[in-house]
């Protein structure tokens, strides 16, 4: 049964730093990796979808890495800012059947003034 | 326009209710899925529909009925919850059901009395 771990849980950081989130995966079968991004009390929002066949997705400020192999992701913020707050989860679909998703307990980050 | 919108954004029911939730999505997809978030926790998957079928029920009790009118609209029918139900009850689509990025709707907080 594949299981997704993210490090650290939480997360507090001045605002300008630059900042890496870690998503770990113990299943190397995935179809693609996902990471989205939760305010409190609301849905989801999709950051990057990185296919398992490509090493890396930018959008923004935002690079999220993915080594398969290793079962591995991070997701890196540059020049972080209050309004990146959030909880940020990671996920990983399978490579065969139905995307069901499989959800990390996520990073719950806080960037101060 | 990738939106998912849910209704209502709220609901309190009794255990001897019935209450139904709404989700809509104008992007085309075929794919629709329902989630539960408990507090501080990822969301779990309940159901997938892929092409207005139901494809996977995780499980879910049969006091949870979900429902596919056409591709556009996913309903949740609810009846003799428990309070442990309480929780942020998510839905998402996506093109297709297989490895394509979901986009969640914001989420209904239920809350059973």
């Known amino acids: 049964k594949q299981e997704v771990t993210q490090i650290p849980a939480a997360l507090s950081v001045p605002e300008g730093e630059n900042l890496v989130l870690n998503c770990s995966f113990t299943?190397?079968?995935?179809?693609?990796l996902q990471w989205f991004r939760q305010d409190p009390g609301k849905g989801l929002t999709s950051l990057l979808l990185?296919?398992?066949?490509?090493r890396e997705q930018t959008s923004g400020r935002l690079n999220a890495s993915l080594d398969k192999s290793s079962g591995r992701s991070t997701l890196y913020i540059a020049a972080s800012q209050p309004g990146d707050s959030a909880t940020y989860l990671c996920a990983v679909s399978p490579n065969s059947g139905y995307s069901t998703l499989t959800f990390g307990k996520g990073t719950m980050l806080l960037v101060s003034p | 326009d990738t939106e998912v919108t849910q209704t209502p954004k709220h609901l309190v029911m009794g255990m001897t209710n019935k209450k139904s939730l709404k989700c809509e999505q104008h992007m085309g997809h075929r794919a629709m899925y329902w989630y539960k978030q408990k507090a501080k926790k990822p969301p779990e998957l309940m159901f997938v529909y892929s092409y207005e079928k139901l494809s996977i029920n995780e499980s879910v009790p049969s006091r949870f009925s979900p429902e596919c009118p056409n591709s556009s609209l996913l309903n949740l029918h609810l009846h003799a919850l428990q309070p442990e139900d309480s929780a942020l009850y998510l839905c998402?689509?996506?093109?297709?059901?297989?490895?394509?990025?979901?986009?969640f709707g914001p989420g209904t907080r239920l809350t059973v009395l």
């Open positions: 299943d190397s079968a995935i179809y693609n």
């Open positions: 990185i296919q398992s066949s490509q």
């Open positions: 998402a689509s996506s093109l297709s059901a297989f490895g394509d990025t979901q986009y």
